[in-house]
């Protein structure tokens, strides 16, 4: 019972330096999504998938990149890590979209700090 | 642009206490409104998801209304345990998208 599986959960960066942030899910859910959440604020989202193969930009995709080569997984890819990076990853997953009200479940997040 | 606020931004009331946490939104056209507790370190869990069409939800002590055409929903918590001290997110999927858009939280602390 595994359900939204983030790894890893805490990681310090330098400025410039790359790094993926795993999702998977086992449920079989067709959408998948990255929020990040900074303190005192709401979650954004910065990217969303409906689906193997193809993937969207949310709120804030800037210094982000996404790939969804299977349903299960849905990597986070931080290319040229900034300080304004700094915040807790939240991956996502829906059975379906919006329309179907179908509830999110979320991983416990990643705790990225670029210094 | 939908725009979600919450008040109060933190809540501290003593066990057994009934309270209201508030959410409003800006666009009225919405699929459904979804209440999130979020415990310190943890992901956040779904707690009651009301569709547009309906009035409110229930599950055990806690009971969600949502009126749409005023932008609001609440969220009733009965007889406050200190168990339910986390913060609650309230969030809006907009019609026409699959996006949730959320609000800042309302952290609640119930003190024995």
């Known amino acids: 019972n595994a359900g939204v599986t983030q790894t890893p959960k805490f990681r310090i960066l330098k400025i410039g330096q790359s790094m993926t942030l795993q999702c998977t899910q086992d449920?079989?859910?067709?959408?998948m999504y990255w929020y990040r959440q900074d303190p005192g604020m709401g979650l954004k989202l910065i990217y969303y998938s409906v689906g193997a193969g193809i993937t969207d930009k949310g709120e804030v995709p800037n210094g982000y990149n996404v790939s969804r080569s299977t349903t299960e997984d849905f990597p986070l890819r931080l290319e040229l890590a900034a300080p304004s990076q700094t915040s807790v990853y939240f991956c996502?997953?829906?059975?379906?979209?919006?329309?179907?009200?179908?509830?999110?479940?979320f991983g416990n997040g990643t705790r990225l700090t670029v210094t | 642009k939908q725009e979600v606020t919450q008040i109060p931004a933190a809540l501290s009331v003593p066990e057994g206490e009934n309270l209201v946490l508030n959410c409003s939104f800006t666009d009225s056209a919405i699929y459904n409104l979804q209440w999130f507790r979020q415990d310190p370190g943890k992901g956040l869990t779904s707690l009651l998801l009301i569709q547009s069409s309906q009035r409110e939800q229930t599950s055990g002590r806690l009971n969600a209304s949502l009126d749409k055409s005023s932008g609001r929903s609440t969220l009733y918590i009965a007889a406050s345990q200190p168990g339910d001290s986390a913060t609650y997110l309230c969030a809006v999927n907009a019609r026409g998208t699959d996006k949730l858009i959320f609000g800042t939280g309302t952290r609640l602390q119930v003190f024995p």
């Open positions: 996502a997953s829906s059975e379906v979209g919006g329309g179907y009200n179908s509830p999110l479940h």
């Open positions: 449920m079989n859910h067709n959408y």
